[in-house]
């Protein structure tokens, strides 16, 4: 297997962590706040993160610093949108949802870049979007608050793979990656000490062992995993690749928190898998950066 290949097998690898971690948040959050369990996520991540890249952090400088708080912002925004989300609708329907940045990635392209990804890029994203209606939308064609919430996170995550992308195309974003998890620690401390609900030493040990499983698989495996791959991958097709999070976290909800596998769930999740396939077709002929082309 050559490194795109590893790269690919480890990001799938990761959305099974962060399928699973759909139920686990809810399951860990359940009447506390939404900002102090992501606090102690991301500040637990910066600390096993400062240990594993200690020789990136000694080399930490003004401008890895700057490009962390860059990649930050969406970061935070993407993840504490999504968790508030989990509190108004089921694991398995948020982590669907999620998946939304599929489309949103070409279109923002599209409209900033003035780039266009390859065709059977915006295929897969169509065949996904549909997949993701039938999930979302209820009768009457409404919506509720957690989708909403997932929704505006799902275009936070948008931007993060896109920025991702353009960073780590002139640079190694290994020395930001710690820097952009304190930020994200920072940013959400903040966001608690306005919470008036925040209980900052809850005494459940599913709060506990939410934070520990969430930091680290779904933040500093999964985000160090992602802004590697960037490298050699377009986010059009990481995001793609994120489509398996959904199955997992349907599967997880379903054995965790005893959800119900709708035939609505089933039929959209099968768009959503051929969605991931669509993308895969003839890989090594179109890789694209941000409007060029890129070969392995």
């Given at each position: 297997m050559n490194k795109r290949q590893i790269l690919l097998v480890l990001l799938i690898i990761g959305t099974a962590f962060w399928g699973i971690s759909?139920?686990?948040t809810k399951m860990a959050i359940g009447n506390y706040?939404?900002?102090?369990?992501?606090?102690?996520?991301?500040?637990m991540a910066v600390m096993v993160l400062t240990v594993i890249f200690w020789k990136y952090v000694r080399n930490t400088n003004l401008e890895s610093i700057k490009t962390g708080a860059v990649l930050a912002v969406p970061m935070f925004l993407g993840i504490h949108?999504?968790?508030?989300g989990l509190k108004y609708?089921?694991?398995?329907?948020?982590?669907?949802?999620?998946?939304?940045?599929?489309?949103?990635?070409?279109f923002i392209k599209l409209t900033v870049y003035k780039t266009s990804p390859p065709l059977k890029i915006w295929m897969a994203a169509l065949t996904a979007?549909?997949?993701?209606?039938?999930?979302?939308?209820?009768?009457?064609?409404t919506i509720n608050l957690g989708?909403?919430?997932t929704i505006a996170g799902a275009f936070a995550f948008a931007v993060y793979l896109i920025s991702v992308e353009k960073h780590s195309a002139?640079?190694?974003?290994?020395?930001?990656?710690?820097?952009?998890?304190?930020?994200?620690a920072l940013f959400t401390f903040i966001l608690a000490l306005t919470d008036q609900n925040a209980d900052w030493f809850p005494e459940r040990n599913t709060f506990w062992l939410g934070v520990i499983y969430c930091a680290l698989f779904?933040?500093?495996?999964?985000?160090?995993?992602?802004?590697i791959s960037q490298r050699y991958l377009s986010a059009e097709r990481v995001a793609v690749i994120y489509l398996f999070e959904p199955i997992f976290g349907a599967i997880a909800a379903f054995f965790i928190l005893g959800e119900n596998l709708s035939l609505r769930l089933l039929l959209g999740g099968s768009l959503i898998f051929a969605a991931t396939l669509i993308s895969e077709v003839n890989l090594k002929n179109s890789n694209y950066k941000l409007g060029s082309k890129k070969t392995s």
């Open positions: 759909y139920s686990i706040s939404p900002s102090t369990f992501l606090f102690y996520r991301f500040l949108l999504q968790t508030v609708t089921d694991a398995s329907q948020c982590s669907f949802i999620a998946g939304l940045c599929v489309i949103i990635i070409p979007l549909s997949g993701l209606f039938i999930i979302a939308v209820k009768d009457k064609f989708d909403l919430y002139a640079k190694n974003l290994l020395t930001s990656i710690v820097p952009m998890f304190a930020f994200c779904s933040t500093a495996y999964m985000y160090t995993i992602s802004n």
